[in-house]
């Protein structure tokens, strides 16, 4: 079963604009990672941030932490066409579990 | 080696037939999960071994399903008498696992499976 919900389940922006996703989760967690999949294969891990953090910092990625509210924001700054993809969030209840994900949000970066 | 590595990158198969696939998982990581992606469902877990404990078999979809990790390496997803619903791309993830900053799954390219 899926954790909770993403939106926008699609969002599509032109080139050098700022696209922002948003993560809802239902569960106490340890953990939460974001991940990035191209042409439906392989998950490529962009950055995971802990119960205890509010904010973390990757390159152009931003991604923000609310535990009280059960969601995660991630912000990609200034998109190029290759950041198209889907992105999911995942959550994990407790260090070294399983992950458990979101529905996804597909990224289209017009160039 | 340098990465998650999964086997064989497509299989079609018939209904009925029973289909094995692996994961080299990241040499060192001490944990190895299988997740399946399929239309209907999304990503959703499968099983996850950790070290020597039993596995986590919480996610498998019925006792067609199972998963054995040899060596503590090496793991086989094996579906005995496939069917149609078992379509889906096959993930395989591994991780450091045990402390902190080990918590991230590296992913493999994935199994796509068609079941005829």
């Known amino acids: 079963s899926q954790q909770g919900e993403e939106d926008p389940q699609a969002l599509s922006i032109q080139e050098g604009e700022n696209a922002t996703m948003n993560c809802s989760y239902k569960?106490?967690?340890?953990?939460l990672q974001w991940y990035r999949q191209n042409s439906g294969r392989g998950l490529v891990h962009l950055i995971l941030?802990?119960?205890?953090?509010r904010e973390k910092h990757s390159g152009r990625l931003r991604v923000t932490l609310d535990t009280s509210k059960k969601s995660s924001s991630l912000l990609i700054t200034a998109s190029r066409a290759a950041d198209t993809a889907s992105y999911f969030c995942?959550?994990?209840?407790?260090?070294?579990?399983?992950?458990?994900f979101g529905t996804g949000t597909r990224l289209a970066v017009r160039p | 080696g340098a990465g998650v590595s999964q086997s064989p990158s497509n299989k079609v198969t018939e209904k009925g037939k029973d289909v094995e696939l692996r994961c080299d998982p990241i040499?060192?990581?001490?944990?190895l999960y299988w997740y399946r992606q399929s239309l209907g469902q999304g990503l959703e877990f499968l099983i996850y071994?950790?070290?020597?404990?039993?596995?986590?078999k919480s996610g498998l979809p019925s006792d067609r399903f199972s998963a054995e990790r040899t060596g503590g390496s090496v793991s086989t997803l094996t579906i005995q008498r496939t069917q149609q619903e078992d379509s889906a791309v096959y993930l395989c993830?591994?991780?450091?696992?045990?402390?902190?900053?080990?918590?991230?799954?590296?992913f493999g390219p994935g199994t796509r499976l068609t079941v005829l």
């Open positions: 993830a591994s991780s450091l696992s045990g402390g902190a900053g080990s918590d991230t799954q590296y």
């Open positions: 569960t106490s967690i340890n953990n």
């Open positions: 941030i802990r119960s205890n953090e």
């Open positions: 995942a959550t994990v209840k407790s260090s070294g579990d399983k992950l458990t």
């Open positions: 040499s060192g990581h001490t944990a």
């Open positions: 071994f950790q070290g020597n404990s039993a596995p986590d």
